[in-house]
T-cell receptor, first 114, second 111 residues
Framework: DSGVTQTPKHLITATGQRVTLRCSPR?????VYWYQQSLDQGLQFLIQYYNGEERAKGNILERFSAQQFPDLHSELNLSSLELGDSALYFCASSATGLGSYEQYFGPGTRLTVT | GENVEQHPSTLSVQEGDSAVIKCTYS??????FPWYKQELGKRPQLIID?????GEKKDQRIAVTLNKTAKHFSLHITETQPEDSAVYFC??????????FGSGTRLQVQP
């Protein structure tokens, strides 16, 4: 157990809908990262937050957005969902915003868009 | 931005043999290189990492080597066991953004 929690574990929804994925970092970690992993694919970095502020952006679609709250949990919002958005979504946390420290991954949320 | 290439994409070895996975990176400013193991449907787990001021690091049956001049790093697993079967990802970090991952190596250890 990495100490990073994600909810829900599974999500099935229809095209065009909007969903919210939630992540709680390890105790004391200030940075949260979101990654997308499509079937048999690698890990694509989406976005990073550090202590409530957006720190870095990767290949995140405009239909996707995220935020980190004062209690440091983070939410990833996916809207106007398409079939291609079906994937495993992981969040990871680390102690500092620089990212040069270990990142620990949560168990992931499996999103299925039908 | 950073680009990480990983080889091979699949690797099959006999139990007890060694396995080597290699990665190259493009950004000479990269300073942190972790390796993750991911079993089917599960989260990536950090198994070993190395920083740019170190050439080699070992933890029991796994080791990582780094050649900064050539910009490549490798994962070595000795005395492989069936439970080592998984997908292994290398990654590199420059300090500017999150980790850039390689495409993964599916390791299968045949009993």
């Amino acid at each position: 157990d990495s100490g990073v929690t994600q909810t829900p574990k599974h999500l099935i929804t229809a095209t065009g809908q909007r969903v919210t994925l939630r992540c709680s970092p390890r105790s004391g970690d200030l940075s949260v990262y979101w990654y997308q992993q499509s079937l048999d694919q690698g890990l694509q970095f989406l976005i990073q937050y550090y202590n409530g502020e957006e720190r870095a952006k990767g290949n995140i679609l405009e239909r996707f957005s995220a935020q980190q709250f004062p209690d440091l949990h983070s939410e990833l919002n996916l809207s106007s969902l398409e079939l291609g958005d079906s994937a495993l979504y992981f969040c990871a946390s680390s102690a500092t915003g620089l990212g040069s420290y270990e990142q620990y991954f949560g168990p992931g949320t499996r999103l299925t868009v039908t | 931005g950073e680009n990480v290439e990983q080889h091979p994409s699949t690797l099959s070895v006999q139990e007890g043999d060694s396995a080597v996975i290699k990665c190259t990176y493009s950004d000479s400013a990269s300073n942190y290189f972790p390796w993750y193991k991911q079993e089917l449907g599960k989260r990536p787990q950090l198994i070993i990492d190395i920083r740019s001021n170190v050439g080699e690091k070992k933890d029991q049956r796994i080791a990582v080597t780094l050649n900064k001049t050539a910009k490549h790093f490798s994962l070595h697993i000795t005395e492989t066991q069936p439970e080592d079967s998984a997908v292994y990802f290398c990654a590199a970090h420059t300090g500017r953004r999150a980790l850039t991952f390689g495409s993964g190596t599916r390791l299968q250890v045949q009993p």
